[in-house]
Every structure is written in C-alpha cells, then in structure tokens.
C-alpha cells in the first residue's frame, strides 16, 4: 500500500489564509494519496455558526471557506489532492453547496463533493432531553436557551465520506484527529478492531490538527528555543504508513522547524491522561511512544497503542450566556500611570453613578508600546517612569445589551471627560456563550454521508 500524505493548513479559524499554498506545491508531484485538511471548529465557533443557520437556513458554515479554499482549490483539484475540513461547521450540506459555487467560479469541471451530517443533538433530541443527559465538566445548564448541542464523530463516516470518490469532504462536529485518521483509514484499510493501528492514526491527527504548532509556530522563546524565520513559518506535513509508523515535516523552502521538541510539545498538548486519551475511534496510550529525529524537519514517531473506544460520545452543549462589553483606552507619557488610575477611578465611579448592578472589571496595563517603531532596531530608550504608557480596559458581563454597552461608552467617554492625554479607544460588545460537555449513549448519534449535487 502507497505512503499516505496529510497536509494541514490551518489550525484554527482565521490561521494564516495562504499556509497552504506551500503544502500544495509539495505535494503536486509525490506519488501516493495526498489530502489536504482544514481544522477550523471550536466549541464557541460552532455556537456562532448555529447562530448565523437559525438566522439564514443557507448559511452555518465556516465563513472562512470562502477564504481558504479558493487560494487551493483548483490546484488541488488538478493534482489529486483532496481536501477534508470541518469547515461545514453547523450546515455541512451548505458548506458544499458553497464548494461547488466556488468551483464554477473558479473553473472547476467534474467536482465532488460530500458532508458528513449528524453530529447536531438538536437535530434529533429535545432540549429537554439534552438537559437530562449527566454534566461531566463546564457549567450547569438551567434554564437558559440551548444554543447548540453538538456529539463529537469519529473517523468512520469521513473514511465513508471518502469512500464516495469525493474531492472535498465537509464534516460539522468530529475529532480534530479524525480528519487525518479518516484518510488513513480509508487509504490503508484500517478496521475498527485494529486498534494500535487507529491509535497511530490519531496520533497523526493530533500533531497536525493545530497547524503550525507541530512545526514551529507557538513554540518559541527567544533565548531559550529559537525558530528561523517565523514570520514565513511552513505548516506540517505528515507521512505514513500502512503500518502506522509516521514522520512529520514541512514544505521545503519554508520558515520554522520540526524538531523533537517541537513534535513532543504538540503530542502532550490538551492530553490529560497520556495513558488513556478518549476519542470515538479508540483510548489512546502515548506512554510508549518513540520520538525521533531522523532528519533535518523529519521527525518519526511510532509506538502508540490503542484500546476499545468508550461507550460513549462526549457532546458539547452552549447555552446563551449574555453579552460583554470592553472598552479600552491609553495615557502615555510622564506621570501616566496616576492619569491611567484616575481614569479607572472615573469608569468605578460612573458605574456605581448609572446604576450597573453587574461586576465590572476595570484594570490597568503597561508595556510602552506606544512608544515603539516598525523597527525594532530604531526603538528608543525609555528611563523608566519618564515617559510610561497604560492602558485601561473596562469590561462587564451581563444578561441585558444595553448594560454592556453602557459599560463600553463610559471608556468611550473618557475622551473628554477623563484625564488628559487619552487616546486609542476601542469597543466591543460582544454575544457570549457558555458551554458543558455530557456523555451521550452511541445509539444516540447517527452519522450519514450526503453526496452533495452542483446545483
């Protein structure tokens, strides 16, 4: 069985936009099944998401697919590599239609496109039931409105999804590390009895599921362990075998760097039990695990073990939360730390004066940038307490906008009535969620694979 290639561009949603285009140029001419995966779905962004669905039945999805995918797109396309992501997000049937609009616009003929659905609880329980299900972290639920209520899948239905011929895969709620072990498992065959081998697959899929991470990036300390050229930082490439066994690289010609550390610090990242790390597909044990450097940005690791996975699948619920209002402003110069404290004195007291019954955070922050170039190498010295700068932030919680936002203008009204020499004003009013995990029984999530038609 050919060696299977595994790309990801982003890590997160708004990672950088062009990361992949590298990854694409190296993989245009390797021989063996090539795949391009997008990690873009956290718990709050799906909250949002089933927001802007309820809102439009058209829209759900990423709004960053219209972004990423037509800088590759057509490349990928022309040279075979497909591409899975869980940019569907809350409308997966969305996201592909979308892909396809994208296709016609950028040329594409004879595009497949399939979505993995069911992983929405709301789909097919009552909120009622959802709240009956035992909390195991996060925050009890009440009464509050249900925003989402999301299973996390396993790897199998984008191994089916795959099964399709499809060249895009768009999945809502799965693993981060079954869009990696998806691929694999359909690729190489892997069954879901075999579980060492489903354990080396996820692991694959952990490294590579937060970007460049695994190859660099969020790795740094100047001094301590330093990174060429970040600013151009390569995300990760991962090559494996039918047997598991896998090396991590990165595109040529790019900045950062695959080390052992850089590989380990991603392997223990979020993994509370290295012995017993629960994911649908199979419990995976990285206590033996072998980390090697085998070349310059090569990295092989092999060693992983897996058990039966649990009986359940953990669900993310997010309820609605209220609003936060921020507001933020600056005083540099001398004597700025007692102006910066005056103005917080002056938010505190208006606070109490308008009747803000919440908590309201109002601190002080220092770090001189106001003072600071372009160039680091021009950046002037600074006697400490001859020329400081502060910043304030305001910041409240609250079940009613309009408190939020009245928190907010007070900072804003610090212009002109605060001390002197205020500047830099920014505001934000935000909606926010709150979220718990439960436990649902299996039989509870029914995954199904659509083949989404060009309209």
């Known amino acids: 069985m050919s060696k299977v290639y595994i790309g990801c561009g982003a890590g997160f949603a708004g990672d950088r936009f062009d990361a992949a285009v590298p990854i694409v140029r190296e993989l245009a001419d390797v021989k063996g099944e090539r795949f391009l995966i997008y990690e873009v779905l956290a718990e709050r962004t799906l909250a949002i998401a089933q927001r802007l669905r309820r809102e439009n039945p058209d829209q759900g999805y990423s709004p960053f697919l219209d972004i990423y995918l037509p800088l590759v797109l057509a490349d990928c396309h022309r040279h075979g590599i497909r591409i899975v992501t869980n940019m569907g997000a809350a409308n997966p049937l969305g996201a592909g239609r979308r892909v396809h609009a994208l296709g ?3 040329g594409i003929r004879g595009l497949k496109v399939a979505a993995v659905t069911g992983d929405d ?3 097919s329980m009552s909120e009622e039931e959802i709240r009956r299900e035992p909390i195991i972290e996060g925050i009890a639920l009440g009464d509050r409105a249900i925003v989402a209520a999301n299973a996390y899948l396993g790897a199998g239905p984008v191994a089916d999804a795959l099964a399709t011929s499809a060249h895009v895969v768009l999945v809502g709620r799965t693993t981060d590390a ?5 691929p694999l498992m359909h690729v190489h065959g892997w069954k879901a009895s075999e579980l060492d081998l489903l354990a080396q697959g996820t692991v694959c899929g952990h490294l590579l599921e937060c970007g460049a991470q695994v190859s660099g990036a969020y790795f740094p300390d100047p001094g301590f362990k330093d990174v060429p050229d970040l600013d151009r930082v390569g995300f990760p490439i991962a090559e494996v075998e039918a047997d598991g066994s896998l090396v991590i690289t990165k595109p040529a010609d790019t900045g950062g760097l695959v080390s052992r550390a850089t590989v380990i610090e991603q ?4 993994v509370h039990d290295p012995h017993n790390y629960l994911t649908p597909d199979v419990v995976l044990d990285i ?7 085998i070349g310059t940005n090569r990295v092989r690791v092999r060693g992983a073990r897996g058990k039966a996975p649990p009986a359940t699948l953990k669900a993310t619920v997010c309820v ?7 507001g933020e402003i600056s ?9 910066a404290e005056l103005a917080a004195s002056v938010v505190r007291g208006r606070c109490r004066a308008i ?3 919440e908590p309201v955070r109002v601190e002080v922050l220092g770090a001189g940038a106001i003072f600071d170039s372009n160039d680091a190498s021009r950046r002037p010295a600074i006697a400490q307490g001859a020329a400081e700068e502060y910043r304030i932030r305001a910041a409240v919680r609250s079940a009613r906008r309009k408190v939020a936002q009245q928190v907010s203008d007070e900072v804003l009204s610090l212009y002109c009535s605060g001390p002197a020499g205020g500047a830099g004003v920014s505001q934000h009013v935000t909606p926010q969620v709150s979220t718990a995990s439960i436990l649902i029984d299996r039989s509870r999530v029914s995954a199904r694979v659509v083949t989404v038609e060009e309209a």
């Open 267 to 270: 392997l223990l990242y979020e």
């Open 355 to 357: 009747g803000i019954g």
């Open 104 to 106: 016609r616009e950028l």
């Open 320 to 326: 609605d939360a209220g609003w936060l209002g921020e």
């Open 121 to 123: 609880l709301l789909a």
């Open 331 to 339: 005083y540099a110069g001398p004597n700025a730390l007692a102006r």
């Open 287 to 293: 206590g033996e695990v072998e980390v090697e450097e």
């Open 178 to 182: 079954a869009l990696s072990l998806g």
